[in-house]
C-alpha cells in the first residue's frame, strides 16, 4: 500500500523559512517522479513544484520559482521542501503526491 | 497557463438520483483529464483517469467522458458514502498540472 507521510509545517512569520519532509513507503520510491501540491484556505488545489526520480529534472510553478526548493533523498525515501521568504499567501494545505496517490498533507501557516 | 472550470460547486441531490459534474479547459487537453474524490479529513482517491477509465477499486456507478476541452464525471445512483468534495485534474501541461476548483456534493 502507498504511504505518503508529510511533516514539518506549522507557524512561521513572513520571510522566514521551512522545510517539509515527506516519508514515502509501499512502491520503489527511487523509481518515481514526485510532487508537491497545495491547497490555500478556501481555495482550490495548485501544483507547487515536481522533481524526477533521479532528480534531473525538477519544475516550479511561477508564484515559487527562486523561494522554493525540491529535492529527494532516494536512500531515504523522502521528498523534501525547502521554502524560503515566507509570504502570507504561502498559507496552505501542502500534500506531497505521488500520482495518483497523495498524503494526508501539512499546514503551513505564514503569519506575524 | 491551462485553467479548469469545473461546474457546480455545491450540488445536493437525492439517494439514487443521477449526478453529473462538469470541468471545461481553457484549451484542449487531449482527454488527460483525472477525477478525485475527497472525504473530509482523508487524501484525495483517484476516481477516473485519462477521461473515462475507472480507476482500480472504483465503484461501477462512476463514469467519465469528454474530449477537447469538456469533461464530465457522472454518479449514476447516489450512494450515501458519495458525499464528498470532486475534482478534477488536467496533466496535458505536465509538469505544470492544474485543478478544478471543486464540486461540494452532498445528500438531499
Known amino acids: 500500500e502507498v504511504q505518503l507521510v508529510e511533516s514539518g509545517g506549522g507557524l512561521v512569520q513572513p520571510g522566514r523559512s521551512l522545510k517539509l519532509s515527506c516519508l514515502a513507503s509501499?512502491?520503489?520510491?527511487?523509481?518515481?517522479?514526485m510532487n508537491w501540491i497545495r491547497q490555500a484556505p478556501g481555495k482550490g488545489l495548485e501544483w507547487v513544484a515536481s522533481?524526477?526520480?533521479?532528480?534531473?529534472?525538477?519544475y516550479y510553478a511561477d508564484t515559487v520559482k527562486g523561494r522554493f526548493t525540491i529535492s529527494r533523498d532516494n536512500a531515504k525515501n523522502t521528498l523534501y521542501l525547502q521554502m524560503t521568504s515566507l509570504r502570507s499567501e504561502d498559507t496552505a494545505l501542502y500534500y506531497c503526491?505521488?500520482?495518483?496517490?497523495w498524503g494526508q498533507g501539512v499546514m503551513v501557516t505564514v503569519s506575524s | 497557463d491551462i485553467q479548469m472550470t469545473q461546474s457546480p460547486s455545491f450540488l445536493s441531490a437525492s439517494v439514487g438520483e443521477r449526478v453529473t459534474l462538469s470541468c471545461k479547459a481553457s484549451?484542449?487537453?487531449?482527454?488527460?483529464l483525472d477525477w478525485y474524490q475527497q472525504k473530509l479529513g482523508e487524501a484525495p482517491k483517484l476516481l477516473i483517469y485519462?477521461?473515462?477509465n475507472l480507476h482500480t477499486g472504483i465503484p461501477s456507478r462512476f463514469s467519465g467522458s469528454g474530449s477537447g476541452t469538456d469533461y464530465t464525471l457522472t454518479i449514476s445512483s447516489l450512494q450515501p458514502e458519495d458525499v464528498a468534495t470532486y475534482f478534477c485534474?488536467?496533466?496535458?501541461?505536465?509538469?505544470?498540472?492544474?485543478f478544478g476548483s471543486g464540486t461540494k456534493l452532498e445528500i438531499k
Open positions: 484549451q484542449n487537453i487531449n482527454k488527460y
Open positions: 485519462n477521461t473515462n
Open positions: 509501499g512502491f520503489t520510491f527511487s523509481n518515481y517522479g
Open positions: 503526491a505521488h500520482l495518483p496517490y
Open positions: 522533481i524526477s526520480s533521479s532528480s534531473s529534472y525538477i
Open positions: 485534474l488536467q496533466r496535458n501541461s505536465w509538469p505544470a498540472l492544474t
